[in-house]
């Protein structure tokens, strides 16, 4: 593996699967190859269980890692190739990777859509520029678009819950929930995308009308604008607030009666309960949602760490 | 020791100011019983001394440490259980704390009161918290009413100053000092219950009337409304800001007579002077008297990682 | 060496470069010699290549490291002796210093000018109160007036640079750039220092009149208002804006025909171009000079690590 993008990166996600309970069964299987390697993590948005999980996984393969928050211990990046620097950005990708890809072995990189231009955001380019400059391996800890640890920790988990139960093809939910403010569709395509490759689920993805995620990513995917009619049935429900993709960046609909409750689960197959977290309680979901024993949010986050682990160990064994 | 939160988790006082001794004589005494082990240090305020001390306290152990500021890392917890988290606040206590207990061996948790709520604050509401929902052992690194680790370090600071010492049972004073803004009680309280629980001095607190401190940490202290009386052949005298705590967070004074200078001490018994730092140099106390040898502060404040290192030890040897 | 602070500490600035070219053949040559040693590093400004590359340096010779963002992790700190501390200073460096010296075993300090006061910048107060209160070495990670590490790496990459050349007394040209605000005169008044004592090149510097450097730093360079005659056949151009040091900190011209073109270079001897980063696009330089074979900029960012590690590898020997 060369770069950790999206599902694309990943030649089997079985084995992959594989590798990360490996290390969830024992964390120090390879506390030794990445011995005297340094992973560098910039944040240029902020970022609790993947900084820390993403540490950790590098550490427990015998890393030296080194965060940086690039905007506040640092400045801010300019990404256009052409620009005229006279305004707010400081220093230009350009001129910092290179020496990023020469003082680590290994970068990972977190940046947010700036919703302002679809173009840029959908075209990556900020992921991109630190892949075309840096000339190291990068990985996605978050990007305009994607978040492809997340959906990796997604399948982990569901894979897991999966183990001893009787279910052959799980049908997995994702359904659009409120949210007080506009959130990017990264975590949404992204589990979509990954979904789409693992082939294991009958997958429907339900949301209001106008929240329609870019079919380059959903493909097949069953799409219903009614919550209660999607729900039935399934094993999983993913809960994800997103703003709209066709009418970029704009929240459409505050529909209350979108957050997941105990009464909406009613005609699922006792459905575990996914989220990527934070979650806004009561918003998003009910409270006595989260705080069942059907709620996957805690294993989910942790698992973020054998998730991380087995892409960097990935990566470092190609490198 | 399952968590470090007051003076009350602690079995025997004199016991841990050996161990910390022990660990200043000697800080690689124990470089292996942390191995493998991960400390968090989650900060929602700022912190200097604390943030190093503790961090340098466990890399002495041979933990790794991971450093935190959660709202500038991260963002704005909600510790409230019944909260609809339409505001202000991105992640609940709830989701966070168990993934961060999946994370980490040991947490440290810094929060300062919110000066909103006395009932929250002297609930200890956003410590508790922690230890509620994080099934991992919590150490203080200042809360709400209580500053532990400072107090240690406080009472190292006095054991070893006593050590050559013919005085059997000194007289410490803590005392009111005015400040340019309303503080904290914590370092005041925490202090007089450690002093109170060693038993070995007697203790005067001195303060302008309304400055009263909670009795459940003053318990049988003299209290003394005339700093210069309360001063009388002190051979300690800890010099510390507070706001009310009746009146809550609210300065009711600002009588410069009460900043601590040479002429206060004339009539002690060549008081040692203690301040936990940071101090407002000219506001609490003078310089010449922070300057003078009598002056303990960068004993107080270098122990603070003998203090560490001996609450992470006991911590990690009962886990 | 004792400190770091200018070229002023080095005894034989050719023995420390041929030490950093032999850590770059091989970083981790020494990686013993600073076991159970800790570096701390403290930001009072931010900092991109300096914290990356000195972590990586110490880490290299096994130290541990901690970096500090004073005023963002912590507060606010007073240099003043006399200071009434009752305004934004919330410490004074008299009380932190000795602390942070018995924490660490050195110190790297980052301070920019204040730009209010004139003889306070040019005294260097504030890593000369690090100095004089922390009783440990201290390593400047770019103070009020110098940028040594910056400058030692600068000497480095021009050596390196001229091993397989025919030149034997380079040209070097320190030319005044554009920029959008006022900076330091740091880089630059090092950049003279280091070439000064250096002996190993012609050394000229071009400005737009009223930009006179302190001739401390400049001594016998030969000093051209016009760029165009001081680049006829130069080998290394340094590009580099800086603020007026006789109208102190004023910005005076905003000519932007001294902005480097590579029509500015048409009469240089092929010259390498150099610049300490992060550099403002198409305002110092234009952006294809920057991607040119010629320009040095990512070697000279790069070679500051192995900069920092003779550095404190001298340090930590001595000490």
């Known amino acids: 593996m060369k770069n950790f993008?999206?599902?694309?990166?990943?030649?089997?996600?079985?084995?992959?699967?594989?590798?990360?309970?490996?290390?969830?069964?024992?964390?120090?299987?390879?506390?030794?190859?990445?011995?005297?390697?340094?992973?560098?993590?910039?944040?240029?948005?902020?970022?609790?269980?993947?900084?820390?999980s993403t540490q950790i996984a590098?550490?427990?393969?015998?890393?030296?890692?080194?965060?940086l928050n690039v905007d506040k211990d640092g400045w801010k990046m300019e990404f256009d190739d052409e620009a005229i620097m006279n305004g707010t950005s400081v220093e230009h990708i350009k001129d910092a990777a290179p020496i990023l890809g020469n003082y680590f072995d290994v970068l990972g990189v977190r940046?947010?859509?700036?919703?302002?231009?679809?173009?840029?955001?959908?075209?990556?380019?900020?992921?991109?520029?630190?892949?075309?400059?840096?000339?190291i391996p990068i990985i996605s800890l978050e990007s305009a678009t994607l978040h492809p640890l997340q959906s990796f920790t997604d399948i982990i988990t569901i894979e897991e819950s999966l183990i001893h139960s009787r279910i052959?093809?799980?049908k997995v939910v994702l359904t659009w929930a409120p949210h007080i403010k506009p959130l990017p569709q990264c975590v949404s395509n992204s589990f979509a995308q990954w979904i789409n490759k693992w082939q294991k689920a009958e997958f429907v993805i339900a949301h209001p009308k106008?929240?329609?995620?870019?079919?380059?990513?959903?493909?097949?995917?069953?799409?219903?604008?009614?919550?209660?009619?999607?729900?039935?049935?399934?094993?999983?429900?993913?809960?994800?607030?997103?703003?709209?993709?066709?009418?970029?960046?704009?929240?459409?609909?505050?529909?209350?009666?979108?957050?997941?409750?105990?009464?909406?689960?009613?005609?699922?197959?006792?459905?575990?309960?996914?989220?990527?977290?934070?979650v806004r309680r009561n918003v998003e979901l009910s409270?006595?949602?989260?705080?069942?024993?059907?709620?996957?949010?805690?294993t989910q986050a942790s698992n973020r760490v054998w998730a991380a682990q087995a892409v960097i160990s990935k990566i470092l064994q190609n490198s």
């Open 111 to 135: 940046s947010f859509p700036s919703f302002t231009n679809k173009e840029e955001d959908y075209g990556e380019l900020v992921i991109n520029q630190f892949i075309k400059y840096s000339n």
């Open 5 to 52: 993008i999206s599902v694309n990166d990943v030649d089997n996600i079985d084995e992959l699967v594989s590798n990360a309970l490996a290390y969830k069964a024992n964390p120090l299987l390879h506390k030794h190859i990445g011995k005297n390697k340094r992973l560098g993590l910039l944040f240029l948005n902020p970022s609790l269980r993947t900084r820390l």
């Open 210 to 278: 106008g929240y329609e995620l870019d079919k380059q990513f959903t493909l097949n995917a069953e799409i219903v604008n009614n919550q209660k009619e999607a729900l039935q049935n399934a094993d999983f429900v993913y809960v994800k607030n997103w703003s709209s993709y066709n009418d970029y960046g704009r929240m459409l609909c505050d529909d209350a009666s979108w957050m997941l409750t105990e009464q909406s689960l009613q005609n699922t197959n006792n459905a575990k309960i996914m989220h990527c977290l934070p």
């Open 58 to 67: 590098a550490e427990n393969l015998g890393m030296n890692v080194i965060v």
């Open 168 to 170: 052959v093809k799980p």
């Open 287 to 298: 409270g006595p949602v989260l705080d069942s024993s059907n709620s996957l949010t805690t």
